[in-house]
């Protein structure tokens, strides 16, 4: 089992919709998490770090479950410029070593 | 700031060659690691560091070698390029080693033939 898990999508949504990926992780002891989003042929660049209760940022909101090993990522009102690849970022172990999920892909429609 | 920047930007190289793939960040970061994306695979973690004279290996360390001499600069160097080596490679720098969030450079794509 890897130990970072996305859906690989696309998801394929309408301008104005609202859309959710999970991530889920195989190790308990993981401390931080984050999104990332990165677009084609570009370097990921943090998009929000994902609190243990939870946060938003504007059209954007994150949840961490611990005790179902998840994250989740919740775009509200979704924008053409929101098309991209969504990565989930996890802290391994307590450790320096960042996981990287395989990404889920966003395109928005018009 | 120029942030974190790579060079080259794409290099070609045949089977058996060397070269270093370079790394600086302007920003004082601690942290500095090395990671490349394949296709399916995501990004994976090559080679990290958490400060000067001090780095250690990732998830795929093997065929690569790194050195921090000092904290802006963290190269990657291949030692015998491989085809298996074909990728975009991403170096990226965090003020916080554990909590901190990364700042990625560009991109270097390589190809080995």
């Known amino acids: 089992r890897k130990e970072v898990e996305q859906d690989p999508g696309p998801f394929n949504v309408p301008e104005g919709a609202t859309v959710a990926f999970n991530c889920t992780y195989s190790n308990s002891a993981s401390q931080s998490f984050f999104w990332y989003r990165q677009d084609c042929r570009k370097e990921p660049k943090l998009l929000m770090s994902?609190?243990?209760s939870g946060n938003e940022d504007g059209r954007f909101t994150a949840q961490l479950n611990r005790a179902s090993q998840y994250i989740s990522l919740l775009i509200r009102d979704s924008k053409l410029s929101d098309s991209a690849t969504y990565l989930c970022?996890?802290?391994?172990?307590?450790?320096?070593?960042?996981?990287f999920g395989t990404g889920t892909r966003l395109k928005v429609l018009a | 700031n120029a942030g974190v920047t790579q060079t080259p930007k794409f290099q070609v190289l045949k089977t058996g060659q060397s070269m270093t793939l370079q790394c600086a960040q302007d920003m004082n970061h601690e942290y500095m690691s090395w990671y490349r994306q394949d296709p399916g695979m995501g990004l994976r973690l090559i080679h990290y560091s958490v400060g000067a004279g001090i780095t250690d290996q990732g998830e795929v360390p093997n065929g690569y070698n790194v050195s921090r001499s000092t904290t802006e600069d963290f190269p990657l160097r291949l030692l015998s390029a491989a085809p298996s080596q074909t990728s975009v490679y991403f170096c990226?720098?965090?003020?916080?080693?554990?909590?901190?969030?990364?700042?990625f450079g560009p991109g270097t794509r390589l190809l080995v033939l």
């Open positions: 994902v609190y243990s």
């Open positions: 970022v996890v802290n391994s172990e307590g450790t320096y070593k960042y996981i």
């Open positions: 990226a720098s965090s003020p916080q080693g554990i909590l901190g969030t990364q700042y």
